[in-house]
């Protein structure tokens, strides 16, 4: 019985550390005029980013988000990209041409909402997060719409 748990745990070590790691996401560097535009998520999660750093939500109250304290109700407020202030400091820029994270700052009802943005994929997609360690910690990854 020995053997065969440390043949199966043999077995199982690579898969199970490839699984960690793939919580890993790695973030790009975006222009403002590339996260303008409609991004859906994969339970009815929408934004629409502006050229002026407005933007719209509606369904951020999805089961993956609940935790964020988002609202159901539709949503406005602010977004810029974080840029470093020093070493270990980033703070949000609206002047900001680029970035890789997106912080966002919401108005009325839903302005306890705490998430932000990564920018991932290549910069083809949004990652909602709670935690600037984990990039697509809440699971919900938002994409353009054509």
């Known amino acids: 019985m020995y053997r065969t748990a440390l043949r199966t745990l043999a077995a199982l070590g690579p898969f199970l550390l490839l699984t960690a790691c793939a919580g890993s996401q790695p973030t790009t560097k975006a222009a403002a005029d590339r996260i303008t535009g409609n991004w859906a998520g994969p339970h009815s999660e929408k934004f629409t980013f502006a050229a ?29 990209f974080y840029v470093a202030t020093s070493k270990h400091t980033e703070i949000s820029d609206e002047t900001a041409k680029s970035g890789s994270w997106i912080g966002l700052s919401f ?29 697509c910690g809440l699971d919900v990854k938002f994409t353009k719409e054509s």
């Open 52 to 80: 002026d750093r407005t933007f719209t939500a509606s369904g951020l109250d999805s089961k993956n988000l609940a935790d964020a304290m988002c609202t159901e109700k539709p949503s406005k407020g602010g977004w810029a």
């Open 107 to 135: 108005d009325g009802a839903a302005e306890n909402c705490r998430i932000d943005l990564a920018v991932v994929d290549g910069g083809k997609a949004l990652c909602a997060t709670d935690d600037p360690d984990a990039p």
